[in-house]
């Protein structure tokens, strides 16, 4: 079985533009988690979704963060404009209720 | 000027002896807690997990302790190998439907050969 799946893998821009990461979560998960991961602030959560709806963003730093699920396996982390702090490695997880978390390769962002 | 990052606690541990992680969660109402591993490069990997219900559970030469009384959780790797070298977290949830895990900062475990 296929795991969790992100794309890019690596993205390298420039301030002031926008990023677009992607994730699939593993087929029948109906939980899905992006996280930040830093050397200054370890891992973050940044926003969770149960059955395609948002329950927690609390994590979301501000509103240049936006994410979406548009349906049961595809979710995006949008940064519009994005600034060099935001240069972190996001991570997507899914997950059945109750259950661990299955995290995907993570996307490594670069903000010049 | 020179960034500070997170102090990451180091446990260096020689190949074959046994290598014992540890963790102090926060939440006493947390219900059920995960180990995971990650390797450098690498998304966080599920090891083991325990529920609140439960003080030791075992797996494939790991093994979860879990004393509710002082919030710790500990994590045994038996014969230690090369590959067992990453970081380690623990993590914690509430339980009750809510699925936000809380990370801890994380244990890196060097194996040395």
């Known amino acids: 079985d296929a795991g969790v799946i992100q794309s890019p893998r690596h993205e390298v821009t420039e301030m002031g533009q926008e990023v677009t990461l992607r994730c699939k979560p593993i087929s029948g998960h109906n939980s899905l988690f992006w996280y930040r991961q830093t050397m200054m602030r370890g891992l973050e959560l940044l926003i969770y979704f149960n059955n395609n709806v948002p329950i927690d963003d609390s994590g979301m730093p501000e509103d240049r963060f936006s994410a979406k699920m548009p349906n049961a396996s595809f979710s995006t982390l949008k940064i519009q404009p994005s600034e060099p702090r935001d240069s972190a490695v996001y991570f997507c997880a899914s997950t059945l209720p109750g259950t661990k978390q299955f995290f995907g390769p993570g996307t490594r962002l670069t903000v010049l | 000027g020179e960034s500070v990052g997170l102090h990451l606690p180091t446990l ?18 947390s219900d059920y807690f995960i180990w995971y591993k990650q390797e450098s490069g690498k998304g966080p990997q599920f090891i083991i997990d325990i529920r609140s219900n439960m003080d030791k559970r075992q797996g494939q030469r790991v093994t979860v302790l879990l004393n509710k009384t002082v919030k710790h959780l500990s994590l045994q790797i038996a014969a230690t190998q090369p590959g067992d070298s990453a970081v380690y977290f623990c993590a914690e949830n509430i339980g009750g439907g809510y699925q936000k895990v809380t990370f801890g900062t994380g244990t890196k475990l060097q194996v040395i050969p």
Do not use: K, L, P, T
């Not at chain 2, 541990?13 to 109402?29: F, H, L, P, R, T």
């Open chain 2, 12 to 29: 260096s541990v020689q190949e074959g002896d046994n290598s014992i992680i540890n963790c102090a969660y926060s939440n006493s109402a």
